[in-house]
């Protein structure tokens, strides 16, 4: 079946240092969108991505979806404190008509 | 941007009662909600879609005699967990779109956080 996965699972950085996490998709993916869910939270989006290739900037956090369509990456720059939490990224279903979420990765900034 | 109220966040109910959760849509129409499920530090995982006016897609899995959905309006649908047992105490997250299903974003609600005794 369809399966969008993510690497790493967990990631610890120390403040300043930046962090990548990388998601990839069994099947190609018209579009995909990243999710921030902060401890205790719930989901909040953060972004679509929709064409081949296509790359968004949001302040430190960069989106960059394959040229296949099949993957994707979220890259922080010097991560804050505030970037706590777990990014998933969710690309939608062959059938229905929801999205299938990664695992996602938990992130953990150390001050 | 668009809201969607979840309520209540947190319910703790005995072994065998039954719960209600609602999922309410507050500036938009939704003819469709999404409810998931979310273990402890893992993802989220789709119980059910919530059809306004009709019956609820369950994914593979999932008990529909147990998690009863309703939708009987465009701005509420309701999750009740039916003789609730322990095993079933999670989080659970209801979403929405305010347009095309797989081309816009999608709201959370806040979650409820049930506890089963």
Request: hydrophobic letters at 30%; glycine letters at 8%.
């Amino acid at each position: 079946g369809q399966q969008v996965m993510q690497i790493p699972q967990y990631q610890h950085v120390q403040e300043g240092e930046d962090f990548t996490t990388y998601c990839n998709s069994s099947t190609t993916l018209s579009n995909i969108q990243w999710y921030k869910q902060r401890p205790g939270g719930h989901p909040v989006f953060l972004i679509q991505l929709v064409k081949s290739g296509e790359v968004k900037k949001q302040k430190r956090l960069t989106f960059q979806f394959g040229e296949a369509k099949k993957n994707s990456s979220l890259h922080i720059t010097a991560t804050q404190t505030t970037d706590v939490g777990t990014y998933f990224c969710a690309g939608p279903q062959n059938y229905g008509q929801n999205f299938v979420f990664g695992p996602g990765t938990r992130l953990s900034v150390l001050p | 941007g668009a809201v969607v109220s979840q309520h209540p966040s947190r319910v703790i109910c005995k072994s065998g009662t039954s719960v209600k959760i609602e999922c309410r849509s507050l500036d938009f129409q939704a003819t469709t909600m999404f409810w998931y499920r979310q273990f402890p530090k893992q993802s989220l995982m789709l119980m059910a879609t919530s059809n306004e006016g009709s019956k609820a897609t369950y994914e593979q899995g999932v008990e529909k005699d147990k998690f009863l959905i309703n939708h009987a309006s465009l701005t509420l649908s309701t999750l009740t967990v039916t003789s609730a047992h322990p095993e079933d105490s999670s989080f659970y997250i209801c979403s929405a779109r305010t347009g095309s299903l797989l081309d816009t974003e999608a709201f959370f609600g806040q979650g409820t956080r049930l506890t089963v005794v």
